[in-house]
């Protein structure tokens, strides 16, 4: 999938097929874009509608008349993998969003942890999630996804164990040899359901947390003999899952 992605809530093969896109999107098109009659261009819901479309003309500075022949759904993938992101330093949680809507993560929940030194209150915790769920609407178009990555509200570390144990297979991402962290890279995956993957914030997971989580269900896992940031670390372990569950081959 090459060609351009623009979001619209709703469009179908209705008027013969014309579809005019507008707005911040059409102006997008049209002047920094700068399609031309007969490029292709994809229109996408985010949540797995699409459509292949033909450009027919531009007009003016922000509308594109496309031709949209039919509309196709693109299913969910299995196994859906959820990564739980503790709040990073900084524009860091952005970047983790960037990066693993960029690699195929279904869901990221942002996890106030004991640990975390940035903390989402009030307004400031909702326009942090905007950024968030804005970073990923843009990384889902730049990386030509049409079904982009739900981004739900922050999570306490009661609701993370909940997912957890409702999880096909959890994981914890902790580099405590001493407590019996296996390789992430030799863990029996299944092929269909829910893996839910908890990345720690820069301190680490506190020990009651941990237990908290085992008790849900989840092992404590370890990527490599390296340290990974916590803004790098869940993108690392999703390719290393999207692989070995045969959703990249």
């Not at 060609?3 to 707005?23: I, K, Q, S, T």
């Not at 196709?72 to 993938?77: D, F």
């Not at 680490?204 to 947390?209: I, L, N, P």
């Amino acid at each position: 999938m090459t060609a351009p992605v623009f979001v619209v809530e709703h469009f179908d093969a209705g008027d013969g097929g014309r579809y005019v896109l507008d707005g911040p999107e059409g102006r997008h098109a049209v002047s920094v874009k700068r399609l031309q009659p007969g490029e292709d261009v994809i229109l996408t819901d985010g949540a797995g509608r699409w459509a292949d479309c033909v450009v027919l003309a531009a007009e003016g500075k922000d509308r594109l008349v496309v031709q949209l022949d039919s509309v196709s759904e693109e299913p969910q993938a299995q196994p859906r993998i959820t990564v739980v992101q503790a709040l990073p330093k900084g524009d860091r949680g952005e970047l983790a969003v960037e990066t693993m809507t960029e690699v195929g993560v279904d869901a990221v929940v942002p996890w106030q942890a004991a640990r975390c030194i940035t903390q989402w209150k009030g307004d400031r915790g909702l326009k942090a999630l905007g950024k968030w769920r804005a970073t990923a609407r843009e990384a889902g178009k730049q990386s030509r996804r049409v079904r982009f990555p739900e981004i739900a509200d922050a999570a306490s570390t009661k609701q993370v164990a909940a997912l957890l144990a409702k999880a096909d297979f959890a994981a914890v991402l902790h580099s405590d040899f001493e407590r019996g962290s296996a390789p992430l890279a030799t863990a029996e995956l299944p092929d269909r359901g829910e893996i839910v993957l908890v990345v720690g914030p820069e301190g680490g997971v506190a020990k009651d947390e941990l237990a908290l989580f085992e008790e849900a269900g989840a092992r404590p896992y370890v990527l490599g003999p390296t340290v990974l940031r916590t803004s790098t670390a869940g993108t690392a372990a999703a390719a290393l899952l999207l692989g070995r569950t045969g959703r990249w081959s």
